[in-house]
């Protein structure tokens, strides 16, 4: 797989090969960069460097529903996108006739020859496949073996981030991201979802509790590996038994992942989101949902100590 390779993606159409992926010091600013070899004539994963990065992805769950539509200048336009980590993979590409079968069908004039040529030429600078992110990036050169140099790492601030942090977050963002995360405060439901400012509900909670922070944890299914519901309640009465021997108040809740899977009970618990880390990975957890007052709630990964 060493042939496989990237380009940085500017606007100056003069994209700068980076063979092996990422062999030279890229400046920080860009965080996009064209998969080599990806301009085909037809669908994007015809280009084998695009079917490598694709089935690559498919392998953590990361699929794209391929897109296909009638094009100005070809009879078909093809697009796939799929998001994960700090940004993603797209492509953009069509399947285009011939210039011998334009001309014999009478669709395209030789007078205009040079203008569609030149037209040709400009789109080939916006088809292709592209990874979108410094993190995304990363993720897929290391997921195929391919050589990263230090100073990529060093320009986007990933020096020790581990190809297993970055699997992990790939695998479970998106689900992380679509779950609802609630609480019970008597007959009161709170609701919250990662992005979003917490509702003004729960900043009165805190305010009344003289707390500044939150944070939504369970000791369910460590690492996310589904377990016994004998072996999940037990882990959870341990994490309220360890909340309360700190003094910490917290309410009980419920987790609803938007693709219908079970929930994971959980506690909205008023913690320093420090100490919620710890607990967290006390119990082996891969992340946790924290906030504070008058903020969006965040997602926190729990990568162990030294990975």
Excluded at 248 to 259: C, K, Q, R, T
Aim: some cysteine.
């Amino acid at each position: 797989m060493n042939d496989l390779h990237l380009e940085t993606h500017t606007m100056a159409r003069d994209p700068k090969t980076i063979s092996g992926l990422l062999e030279e010091a890229l400046d920080p600013r860009e965080s996009c960069w064209k998969v080599h070899g990806s301009r085909v004539n037809g669908h994007p994963e015809h280009s084998p460097n695009t079917l490598k990065v694709m089935e690559f992805l498919r392998s953590f769950g990361l699929k794209a529903t391929p897109t296909c539509a009638m094009g100005i200048c070809c009879a078909d336009s093809y697009s796939i996108d799929v998001g994960f980590l700090d940004g993603g993979f797209y492509g953009r590409t069509a399947e285009y006739e011939s210039v011998r079968s334009l001309l014999a069908s009478g669709e395209l004039d030789r007078d205009a020859l040079a203008e569609y040529r030149l037209e040709m030429a400009e789109r080939a600078d916006e088809e292709g496949a592209w990874v979108r992110g410094p993190r995304a990036a990363l993720f897929i050169a290391l997921g195929l073996g391919l050589r990263v140099p230090s100073k990529f790492c060093k320009a986007h601030g990933l020096e020790g981030v581990t190809f297993e942090q970055l699997a992990m977050e790939a695998r479970f963002e998106r689900f992380y991201r679509t779950t609802t995360f609630v609480a019970f405060d008597g007959e009161r439901r709170i609701e919250i979802r990662i992005g979003d400012h917490h509702r003004t509900d729960l900043d009165k909670i805190l305010d009344a509790r003289g707390a500044k922070e939150w944070a939504y944890v369970t000791a369910w299914n460590p690492r996310s590996v589904e377990a016994s519901r004998e072996g999940n309640d037990a882990a959870q009465e341990r994490l309220r038994q360890a909340l309360r021997a700190e003094g910490i108040d917290f309410l009980e809740g419920m987790s609803e992942p938007a693709d219908g899977s079970p929930g994971e009970a959980s506690l909205l618990a008023f913690i320093v989101q420090e100490r919620a880390a710890a607990m967290g990975r006390a119990f082996v957890q891969n992340a946790i949902v924290v906030g504070a007052m008058d903020e969006p709630a965040e997602l926190l990964w729990l990568h162990p100590p030294g990975a």
